[in-house]
């Protein structure tokens, strides 16, 4: 260390050099650094399989046993961690894709899981009855209820949501019917769709008018009104 051949980036982990370590590298750091059993986590897995659109932080690490803090690792404790749940992917220990959909569950949308569902699948990365036995496993999971509406949303033909602006759009529409999300219509993928399939078999006939034409719609609507 005193010559610079080896630089501590965590308790007990060395580099050769003092250079910046390439994301795999710190994450196999971050790894070994959490001891036995540990493996890489939540975002950082979903990186890690190319399934991301997030930027790289901090990289996330699961633990199966209660671990004390460390600089610059973001822990998850997952205490008696199945180790069906766990896999060697390129080198470094890592969750496997079902365990990664369930914990990112915890703390992301339906629709960004779904996004990621999505992007797992086009890579053939995605196994529906792996995702479901491992969410049976962790009973009590915080993110078993939201796993299950991204998978609902998957079957449905949902690409979830694809960037900030999408999330920040969806986060403005609560509280009125929700849209379809980035599914296939009359040939094309629309953003955001909101069906009135439901209205015209009741008997509406639905006018779609903009902004600026409020003042004058009442006038020219009257006999919808």
């Not at 005193?2 to 390439?22: C, H, I, Q």
């Not at 509280?175 to 999300?181: A, D, I, R, S, Y």
Request: charged share 20%; proline share 7%; hydrophobic share 40%.
């Amino acid at each position: 260390m005193a010559r610079g051949t080896l630089t501590r980036r965590y308790p007990g982990v060395y580099s050769y050099g003092r250079g910046e370590l390439s994301p795999e590298a710190r994450w196999m750091a971050a790894v070994l650094a959490c001891g036995e059993g540990a493996a890489l986590a939540h975002l950082s897995s979903v990186l890690r399989f190319d399934c991301s659109r997030w930027p790289v932080g901090e990289p996330h690490v699961i633990v199966p046993r209660r671990h004390r803090a460390v600089e610059g690792i973001v822990i998850h404790h997952a205490i008696g961690l199945d180790p069906r749940d766990a896999t060697e992917f390129r080198g470094i220990p890592t969750t496997t894709v079902a365990r990664m959909l369930l914990d990112l569950s915890a703390t992301h949308t339906k629709h960004q899981v779904a996004y990621v569902i999505n992007q797992a699948a086009w890579r053939r990365r995605f196994d529906l009855d792996a995702t479901l036995r491992s969410r049976q496993r962790a009973l009590g999971h915080p993110g078993a209820g939201v796993l299950a509406q991204a998978l609902d949303l998957y079957a449905a033909g949902s690409a979830g949501s694809k960037s900030g602006l999408e999330d920040q759009f969806l986060e403005l529409v609560q509280g009125f019917p929700e849209p379809l999300v980035n599914m296939e219509h009359l040939g094309y993928e629309v953003d955001f769709r909101w069906p009135d399939r439901v209205l015209h078999e009741a008997g509406y006939t639905v006018v779609r008018f903009t902004g600026p034409e409020l003042p004058g719609a009442p006038a020219r609507l009257s006999p919808y009104f």
